[in-house]
């Protein structure tokens, strides 16, 4: 009974030191995102500027609140966008214990990289997938339709876009970590390409906020490319990991 009694004060002190830990991890990521946002808020005038100048205008406010809560939605993105590697160092600090050193080490490795691939994304949704879907948008039926954009609906469509495709960019490292951990195989990954390539468009579909071909195959395109650049990435993981078997 004794003993029984002893494994069971072990157990609940090792779940209650995960927990403390969480918790840690959790505030300590919480007090970044708050202090990013503080400091995105005293920008939000100059980002909202920014934001509109694709649409080239001024944009509506249709409701008494709805300027305050656009300022806080611009702060608050741009806040989580300036913590994003401080609450994924607390992520990954949280999650690497449980892992192999090989584990850990690649998990470190893509960090650099995937915020660098993140930029490449969102540089490409601003200076290219934007302006083409804003064009598209605000010439539509011009004879039917008078553009008057509300900041409800421009602003979160113009912050969502680039969020979105600054992910999506993100396929190549992390096809390159699943090979590494040996879940796939570049010759699986080439088998299959028709599944891939109708997963991607069904990505771009949702990405895409306008109908129109064009803009689909211009978000189809570099996912596509970037998936091909996968399969060559994890040759790299792969045959390290032959070798070590």
Known sequence: KSTGNSNNTVGEMTLMKHLGEL???IVRAAIAIAL???????????????????????????EPTEGISVFLRVGLTCGVALASPIVLHQ????????????????????????????????????FLMIPAAIDFLANFMPNVF????????????????????GVAFQMPLVLMFLARL?????????????????G???????????????????????????????ILLAIIPYRARMRRE
């Open 23 to 25: 918790r840690t991890r």
């Open 36 to 62: 990013g946002s503080g400091v995105s808020m005293l920008f939000a005038e100059e980002i909202i500027q920014v934001l509109i100048e694709p649409y080239g205008g001024y944009l509506q406010v249709l």
């Open 91 to 126: 992520a990954l600090s949280f999650v690497a214990p449980g892992l192999t050193n090989r584990e850990r080490s690649a998990l470190w490795m893509l960090v650099p990289g995937g915020m660098v691939l993140f930029v490449v994304g969102a540089v490409f949704a601003w």
């Open 146 to 165: 008078r553009v008057e954009w509300s900041s409800r609906g421009y602003v979160p469509f113009v912050l969502s876009l680039t969020l979105w495709i």
């Open 182 to 198: 040996g879940l796939v195989t570049p010759t699986k990954l080439l088998n299959a390409w028709r599944g891939s390539v109708v």
């Open 200 to 230: 991607i468009a069904v990505v771009a579909a949702a990405i895409t906020p306008t109908v129109d071909p064009f803009n689909m195959m211009l978000v189809m395109a570099p996912l596509v490319g970037l998936y091909a650049l996968s």
